[in-house]
C-alpha cells in the first residue's frame, strides 16, 4: 500500500503495529527515537496507511496537506491527480529526502526495518502516475 506522497505504507514498521503486539511497538519506539529522535510511546506506534480514516492513522500523518487533498477530492493518491506541481505534495516528499543518507549510520538490517519504506518515494509516485 501506497501513501498519497508515493511512501510505502505497507513497509513502515508503523503499519498494522497494534497487531504485531506491543514487542513490536516497543522496538519500533526505540528505534525511532534512535534514528529520528522521536519520543513516543508504545501504543501510539500503529497506523492502518495515509489514507485511512485519522483514527486509524499515525497521529503525525494526520494533518498532511497532500493526504487531506487526496481524500477531498477522492484520489488513490496523489498518482491520480492530474496536477504535476503541487506545494502539498513537495511538502510531504520533502519530509523523506533526507531518509536514504541514514543507510550510511544504520545497520542494514535497521535501515530495512526502519528507514527502507520511506526512500525513493519520489520515483515511486512518479512510477505510479506513469501507470496512472
Known amino acids: 500500500m ?3 506522497c508515493g511512501v510505502m505504507c505497507s513497509e ?3 503499519y498494522h503495529a497494534a497487531e504485531r503486539g506491543i ?3 516497543r522496538r519500533v519506539v526505540e528505534a525511532w527515537r534512535g534514528i529520528y529522535g522521536l519520543s513516543e510511546i508504545p501504543r501510539r ?4 496507511g495515509c489514507l485511512g480514516p485519522d483514527e486509524e492513522l499515525f497521529h503525525s500523518s494526520r494533518h498532511c496537506k497532500a493526504r ?3 481524500l477531498a477530492k477522492g484520489y488513490a493518491g496523489c498518482a ?3 496536477v504535476m506541481t503541487c506545494e502539498d ?3 510531504a516528499q520533502k519530509v523523506w529526502d533526507e531518509v536514504p543518507e541514514l543507510g550510511k549510520a544504520l545497520s ?3 535501515f530495512d526495518a526502519y528507514a527502507r519504506a520511506y526512500c525513493g518515494h519520489r520515483a515511486r509516485l512518479a512510477s505510479a502516475r506513469r501507470g496512472s
Open 2 to 4: 501506497m501513501a498519497a
Open 12 to 14: 513502515c514498521p508503523a
Open 23 to 25: 514487542e513490536h511497538q
Open 45 to 48: 506506534i500503529a497506523c492502518g
Open 68 to 70: 487531506r487533498c487526496c
Open 80 to 82: 491520480k491527480c492530474p
Open 89 to 91: 505534495l513537495e511538502a
Open 108 to 110: 542494514p538490517a535497521d
